[in-house]
């Protein structure tokens, strides 16, 4: 432990891979979300569709990995179960942070958005999508339940599997996907010692306002 306590304490790293001047900030945070998303799926990046999501509800503050499966104009796309914990608190409050994170590329995207359901349809269009296991799994998780063992889970894996026999999956009414409608960005460039590039954009009545803030 004393070791690791050590080792924590005195990592390091140079951050120094790229810039982000104003000039590569254009004026539409969506493009430059897009090239960023872009160059880490390009990468040999595990998991670059990752994102941290945080809620706020009932005086706490949660968050957990989730997956983006879609983005535009609109906003980001990600599916889950709509009575986990985080379902839960989202139904509380719409309100979410999202925070992309890429090492290797030496970048953060941190986001505000509201957040509320997608239309059942498009819900339906990626369920359907899904490999048939993660289909059956999603009848079988009862997302964030607390669950008395792996049998328990395995059991109703196996059941559902043995209903579905032969036919579609359908797409649970409790399971579906979320449209984060984001009013905030801020880009984060790892510089050289620690003199990070930080450009932030807001959303004011239609206009995106672009500033720079301190590292
Ligand atoms: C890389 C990664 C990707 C994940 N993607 C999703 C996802 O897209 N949807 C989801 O519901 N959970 C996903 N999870 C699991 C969540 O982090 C979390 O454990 C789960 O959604 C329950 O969270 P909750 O109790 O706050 O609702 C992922 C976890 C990891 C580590």
């Known amino acids: 432990m004393k070791e690791t306590r050590d080792k924590v304490k005195h990592l390091r790293r140079d951050f120094d891979r790229d810039t982000l001047t104003e000039a590569q900030t254009p004026e539409n945070p969506l493009e430059l979300f897009g090239e960023w998303l872009d160059e880490a799926l390009e990468s040999e990046i595990k998991d670059p569709n990752a994102f941290v999501l945080s809620t706020y509800a009932n005086g706490e503050v949660d968050s957990r990995v ?11 796309q990600f599916f889950t179960n709509y009575g986990s914990q985080k379902g839960k608190e989202l139904a509380e409050n719409p309100q979410a942070a999202i925070n992309f994170f890429w090492a290797d590329l030496d970048r953060q995207i941190r986001i505000k958005a509201r957040i509320e359901k997608l239309d059942e349809a498009i819900s339906d269009d990626y369920f359907n999508s899904r490999p048939r296991e993660s289909q059956i799994g999603a009848w079988a998780s009862q997302q964030s339940q607390t669950l008395g063992s792996r049998e328990e889970l395995e059991k109703r894996v196996e059941e559902y599997a043995a209903q579905f026999e032969g036919k579609e999956v359908p797409r649970p009414e409790f399971w579906g996907g979320y449209l984060a409608k984001v009013y905030a960005y801020e880009f984060w460039q790892g510089r050289e010692s620690r003199l990070h590039d930080r450009i932030v954009y807001e959303s004011k009545d239609g206009n995106w ?3 720079r803030l301190y590292p």
């Open 66 to 76: 989730v997956l983006i499966r879609e983005f535009s104009e609109e906003g980001i």
């Open 209 to 211: 306002l672009k500033k």
